[in-house]
Every structure is written in structure tokens, then in C-alpha cells.
């Protein structure tokens, strides 16, 4: 049953309003990021990618901020709808021998009507 | 039109069986990955494989092998399974080579082992 993934740090937003998903990623020399949707029961499905020569991106309804001093990538989205409620990852890639690719453990967002 | 199908959907199998999960993507893409979700819903990337090169996470037990019969095909061979192999499999594809750009997952395979 889908009692895994209780233990992910959760974010409870209010239909309509903005929501912002933080995380902190591990290595200097990554130089791409993603962020994926997960739903229930399903696969991740990709919402936004950055290039560390870029600090933000934007795309529908979401924008991704990349802060390389800190090493912080966050994901906001606008006017926060009950889809839009999944876990969220971030990834990170670099190079290190061959490509490398991490994920982040995932925040589950949670719309509330 | 599935673009990343996988079967089986579920797998419960008993310790040190071998099995296999099959995946096809029809996206033409050149690179697919296979990754595997815990119970703690962490991702990590287990193979990404090309038409010529095999990248292999040095984390993954040599137990678990990719087969890839041609370029729409990876396959996730098990041999010796544990308790410890059940997860969530999911496979995926990308177009680019270098695990940069969007990847798009398969729906996931649930594996239980008793």
C-alpha cells in the first residue's frame, strides 16, 4: 500500500497560492539540475531543467532558481492547483569519469481546497 | 501510445530466484536508464546504456545485469534475488547521451521478494 513515503517532508499549500519546494544538492561541479513530479503510483515525470550557467528559468506556472554559492535549487509554482499535488525531486548531474546523475529525496506537496 | 512501457507492472517472487522486467520505449530515443525507487521513495540510478556504452552504477550487486536486444529494448535481468531487491523499477529513456534533457520514465515495475 502506499504507506512508503509518509516519512517525506511535506508541504501543505492552499489552492491558488504559490508554492516553493527547496533543495539543497551535494556536489560543486554539478552543472545541470532537474526537477520531476512524481504522482502515486506512477513515474517521475520531468517539469524543469537548469544549467548552472543560469541562476532561473521559467517555464509554465513554474520557475526554477538555481543559487550555486549555496548550492540551493528551488521550484516555485504559481497559483498551486489539487494536480499539482505529487513528491517532488530534484536532480543533479555532473561528471566525474563518466555522467553522473543524483536525486534528492523528494518533497511531497500537498493541495489543500 | 505508451512512450516507456514496462512489464510486468507487479512481480512477487520468492529469494534467490532470477527474473527479469522487460522495457520498451517507441520514442526513438538513443539512451535508456534503469532506476530503482526503495521504499523511502529515494531514486537512484542503477544503468544508463547507449548503443555504445554501458554506464554502470558502481553501487549495483553484479546480480542485476541489463540486456538490451536493440535500440528500444533495455531488459533488467536478476539473478539470486534478496529481500532487499524489493522496490520500485522504473525504466526510462532520453534522447541525449549524457543524462542531460528530459528523461521520461516508465510507469514502474513493483518487485516483491519473500
Known amino acids: 500500500g502506499e504507506s512508503v513515503g509518509l516519512h517525506l517532508p511535506t508541504l501543505s499549500v492552499q489552492e491558488g497560492d504559490n508554492s516553493i519546494i527547496n533543495c539543497a544538492y551535494s556536489?560543486?561541479?554539478?552543472?545541470?539540475f532537474i526537477w520531476y513530479k512524481q504522482e502515486s503510483g506512477k513515474g517521475p515525470q520531468f517539469i524543469i531543467d537548469?544549467?548552472?550557467?543560469?541562476d532561473k528559468r521559467q517555464g509554465q506556472r513554474v520557475t526554477v532558481l538555481l543559487n550555486k554559492t549555496v548550492k540551493h535549487l528551488s521550484l516555485q509554482i504559481a497559483a498551486t492547483q489539487p494536480g499539482d499535488s505529487a513528491v517532488y525531486f530534484c536532480?543533479?548531474?555532473?561528471?566525474?569519469?563518466?555522467?553522473?546523475?543524483?536525486f534528492g529525496t523528494g518533497t511531497r506537496l500537498k493541495v489543500l481546497a | 501510445d505508451t512512450a516507456v512501457s514496462q512489464t510486468p507492472k507487479y512481480l512477487v517472487t520468492q529469494m534467490g530466484n532470477d527474473k527479469s522486467i522487460k522495457c520498451e520505449q517507441n520514442?526513438?530515443?538513443?539512451?535508456m536508464y534503469w532506476y530503482k525507487q526503495d521504499s523511502k521513495k529515494f531514486l537512484k540510478i542503477m544503468f544508463s546504456?547507449?548503443?555504445?556504452?554501458?554506464?554502470i552504477n558502481e553501487t549495483v550487486p553484479n546480480r542485476f545485469s541489463p540486456k538490451s536486444p536493440d535500440k528500444a529494448h533495455l531488459n533488467l535481468h536478476i539473478n539470486s534475488l534478496e529481500l532487499g531487491d524489493s522496490a520500485v523499477y522504473f525504466c526510462?529513456?532520453?534522447?541525449?547521451?549524457?543524462?542531460?534533457?528530459?528523461?521520461?520514465f516508465g510507469p514502474g515495475t513493483r518487485l516483491t521478494v519473500t
Open positions: 526510462a529513456s532520453s534522447q541525449a547521451t549524457s543524462h542531460r534533457g528530459e528523461q521520461y
Open positions: 537548469i544549467r548552472s550557467n543560469m
Open positions: 536532480a543533479e548531474s555532473f561528471v566525474s569519469g563518466t555522467y553522473k546523475y543524483i
Open positions: 556536489n560543486s561541479a554539478s552543472d545541470y
Open positions: 520514442l526513438g530515443h538513443d539512451t
Open positions: 546504456y547507449n548503443n555504445k556504452e554501458l554506464i
